[in-house]
């Protein structure tokens, strides 16, 4: 049986590089988020969808993540999603998808179900910006059986209609970006913005802030923390947030420690910054996330 059940997207990233080269990777929100559970658990399994001309390369780079695949189906009559990654000062994307949008959107309307090691997991994290897709009815039926509902919450999924909003109160986790939370809140006070997310229902919140770390919460001591970013030379941005989401899950359910939780989020992140695309699953990598969690935890100061 699989722990950690994590969906989200592959999409294959397109990086321009300051000389002028291009130079492409595994990405999408479900690798990033699975290798930041991965990291913390020895058990992880990945829902995702590919295309047909997904490429023999990042197969094999999805495969040494080390997380189980039984999830992954592959649709061959459908291309795969490209994107290209640009971002501003504030390591905000401002790039995007590339690929065909009715293709996308066919591949997306292709449903998963859970295999049968993925049926009780202690915990279900999905990736995504659509309150309605069928991925969400499974997590909630996985709910029903003992799960722990984590959700990360893509930009776009909080329109006017406010589509994500009802949601929240049926997760248990939830770890949206800045942006996202600030515009739900209103406000641009940290305190003040977690105070909001706090009254929407979810026991355990992550905020993450790019290069400024993240700000976390948990209803059972009604505390919130200040988690500075694990300081790392910063290649490429790419994936940080959805490895934070992945280790944060894992965290959380693990402890029930929210400074534990966000400070395994923040490793988790700073293990993806380091290079352009995923880093290859090791044991000693996950030797060194463990020996920056005590320095993490106490660099943590009350928001």
Not at 56 to 80: K, M, N, T
Not at 258 to 277: T, Y
Request: aromatic share 8%.
């Amino acid at each position: 049986m699989v722990d950690y059940v994590v969906y989200g997207k592959i999409i294959v990233d397109a990086f321009h590089l300051a000389d002028g080269t291009v130079r492409t990777a595994l990405g999408g929100g479900g690798p990033q988020a699975a290798f930041g559970a991965r990291l913390w658990s020895d058990s992880v399994g990945l829902l995702t969808r590919t295309g047909g001309d997904f490429e023999a390369e990042y197969a094999d780079e999805l495969r040494v993540l080390d997380v189980d695949l039984a999830g992954w189906r592959s649709f061959p009559d459908i291309l795969q999603p490209r994107a290209r990654m640009v971002y501003d000062q504030n390591e905000l994307m401002i790039g995007g998808l590339v690929s065909s949008e009715e293709a996308w959107t066919l591949l997306l309307a292709q449903r998963l179900v859970l295999p049968e090691p993925y049926q009780h997991p202690r915990a279900i994290h999905l990736v995504t910006e659509f309150a309605s897709e069928p991925m969400i009815d499974e997590a909630r039926a996985a709910r029903s059986r003992g799960a722990l509902f984590s959700l990360e919450p893509i930009p776009g999924g909080f329109d006017a209609e406010g589509r994500m909003l009802p949601l929240l109160g049926e997760v248990d986790l939830v770890s949206p970006d800045w942006p996202t939370a600030r515009l739900v809140a209103g406000c641009d006070e940290p305190a003040r913005v977690m105070l909001h997310w706090s009254t929407l229902g979810p026991k355990a919140i992550a905020i993450r802030r790019g290069a400024q770390g993240s700000y976390v919460w948990s209803s059972d001591r009604n505390e919130a923390w200040h988690i500075p970013p694990v300081r790392v030379p910063v290649v490429d941005p790419t994936g940080a947030g959805n490895a934070y989401g992945g280790g944060f899950c894992v965290g959380w359910t693990e402890t029930e420690d929210i400074r534990q939780a966000g400070c395994r989020g923040a490793i988790s992140a700073s293990m993806v910054v380091r290079q352009i695309g995923l880093p290859t699953m090791s044991a000693k990598l996950r030797d060194e996330a463990r020996s920056l969690l005590e320095g993490a935890v106490a660099s943590a100061r009350r928001l």
